[in-house]
């Protein structure tokens, strides 16, 4: 498996997975807008699509126009591209006061299209598509990441829960299956751990439930 280094306040900490980091690809974010100082260290990781098959280029530069940031993004061929410190630096992706607690890992996905039953052509084209999905209540056709995408979005994951002492946890509902729902303010207040968009608002469906199930493994790691 090939391996890669991210920055974690400063310092080098291994991946298995391969890096890209400003250092190498030059793109970064180091003042307002679109970042401020770190004030609350990160106990949240957020994980996100993209909503388009961007390149990390393009990406980069459509937040860099909307006055926002991003800490990792996760190519459509499984790379880490890192845009900034996350233990300095707290980009502005997710509002609010889980986004000011947490990381975002953002994947490269289309995620669905509008309306239903549309199908995608370019870029994306291949992926599996789950058909009439619900959430909030909404059904979707929604499209998986790649089995790569996974296996980094893992990798990713793990180091950050370890270095940073995030739980490596899913919200869960009494009966112990993952919420398909967003949570409440007490939960938000309450939860440290792996969550993803959709349960921070019902204004969004990133990045679908495949990926809880696929990862549900790394609670026991």
């Given at each position: 498996?090939?391996?890669?280094e ?5 310092k ?7 890096v ?16 401020v ?10 994980w996100?699509?993209?909503?388009g098959e ?8 459509t ?7 991003i800490?990792?993004?996760i190519?459509?061929e ?14 502005k992706?997710?509002?609010?006061g889980?986004?000011?607690?947490s ?44 089995d ?36 409440t ?15 921070k ?8 439930y ?12």
């Amino acid at each position: 498996m090939e391996t890669g280094e991210i920055i974690l306040d400063g310092k080098k900490v291994a991946v298995d997975a391969p890096v890209v980091t400003w250092e190498d690809h030059g793109m970064t974010w180091t003042k307002p807008p679109n970042v401020v100082a770190r004030e609350l260290p990160p106990d949240l990781i957020i994980w996100h699509w993209t909503g388009g098959e961007n390149s990390p280029e393009g990406f980069y530069g459509t937040l860099n126009n909307r006055g926002l940031g991003i800490t990792f993004y996760i190519t459509r061929e499984g790379y880490i591209y890192q845009y900034a410190d996350p233990v300095i630096y707290d980009p502005k992706d997710t509002g609010g006061g889980m986004g000011r607690r947490s990381i975002s890992l953002e994947i490269a996905n289309y995620g669905f299209l509008w309306p239903t039953g549309k199908l995608k052509t370019g870029r994306g084209a291949d992926r599996v598509v789950d058909q009439g999905v619900t959430v909030h209540g909404t059904i979707y056709n929604i499209a998986r990441f790649y089995d790569h995408q996974i296996t980094t979005v893992a990798a990713l994951t793990k180091v950050l829960c370890r270095e940073l002492e995030i739980p490596m946890v899913f919200p869960r509902e009494a009966d112990g299956s993952i919420l398909h729902r967003e949570m409440t303010n007490k939960e938000k207040r309450g939860f440290k751990g792996i969550i993803g968009h959709l349960h921070k608002t019902n204004q969004k469906v990133d990045p679908g439930y495949h990926i809880f199930d696929e990862l549900g493994h790394l609670e026991a790691a």
